[in-house]
């Protein structure tokens, strides 16, 4: 491994966490790490990229504010998706697809605030020098953003067994159009997000309730066959899903299942193209029949 991976990877986990986009986040790193090179006798190289990441990263969600309120349908971070999870992958809250979504309602400067805490434990002095504010104020917006949040927050549920055991249930009982075995899988408040950004089919607003979201799930996946397509279990963002791979081997869906408690609680389907292409060739599939509201 070169000298200069580590401080990559460390900038990619900073930046990753605050935009929530592969593409983004890889051209913050490639400027931190530019201005690393740049800098003359850094003392600390991971604090130093640490802050400058961190910074980037609050001047892009600024300036893209418009552009993700514009946006087609629901919003989702674009995922990271492994294959041997369990080993590959570490199980970290703080890059789950729940989590990153739950930051979205959060300003640049809550965000940076919460992650550089929670993600990376960061003392309260090291977090004003890289926010350019107090302690004490860092401690209010600390507090602040873990409110605004904590409605969208479930428990964690950590066990890497658990979850691809789940995953594969859960496939199995869409594949043949189990109803019930879905509903006894989910949640009763279980949410179901489509992110289509305007050039894959998807709903158009967020679906909640065992039911309605089972239905829907039954309505594309139950349908895999026809399609040609297969559904494959994955490790997304820490936590376990499944891809879907079109007749051609091209990546079509990646999806993350947020579970707690034994029980999916949010299902997080991620169809924009846009945001699947740092995984590969990409295509998209016309869903038949189209989800409706129940």
Not at 113 to 135: M, N, Q, S, T, W
Not at 176 to 204: F, T
Request: hydrophobic share 45%; charged share 25%.
């Amino acid at each position: 491994m070169s000298s200069i991976e580590p401080h990559r990877a460390l900038s990619f986990a900073v930046a990753y966490r605050m935009l929530g986009s592969v593409a983004e986040a890889e051209d913050v790193v490639q400027e931190a790490l530019l201005r690393l090179h740049q800098a003359d006798e850094v003392a600390n190289p991971d604090a130093f990229l640490t802050t400058v990441t961190t910074r980037l990263a609050i001047d892009v969600l600024r300036s893209a504010r418009v552009k993700r309120e514009a946006y087609v349908g629901s919003w989702l971070p674009e995922p990271l998706v492994e294959e041997d999870a369990a080993r590959i992958v570490e199980t970290d809250e703080t890059v789950s697809l729940a989590f990153l979504v739950a930051l979205e309602r959060l300003t640049p400067d809550e965000r940076a605030v919460l992650v550089l805490r929670e993600a990376f434990d960061y003392g309260f002095d090291e977090i004003a020098d890289v926010v350019g504010k107090d302690p004490a104020n860092c401690r209010q917006i600390l507090s602040r953003a873990r409110r605004r949040v904590a409605e969208d927050r479930r428990r964690f549920d950590p066990d890497p067994d658990e979850g691809r055991a789940l995953a594969l249930r859960f496939l199995e009982a869409a594949r043949k159009g189990d109803m019930d075995g879905l509903v006894a899988m989910l949640a009763q408040d279980a949410v179901l997000v489509g992110d289509g950004g305007g050039k894959a089919r998807s709903i158009p607003h967020p679906m909640v309730g065992a039911a309605a979201v089972a239905k829907a799930i039954v309505a594309f996946y139950g349908q895999t066959e026809a399609l040609g397509v297969t559904l494959e279990p994955a490790w997304v963002n820490g936590g376990p899903g499944f891809r879907t791979i079109d007749a051609d081997g091209r990546l079509a869906n990646v999806v993350a299942l947020d579970v707690a408690e034994g029980r999916i609680g949010a299902i997080y389907s991620m169809l924009n193209p846009d945001k699947l292409q740092h995984l590969g060739e990409t295509s998209t599939i016309a869903l038949r029949p189209q989800f409706s509201r129940p």
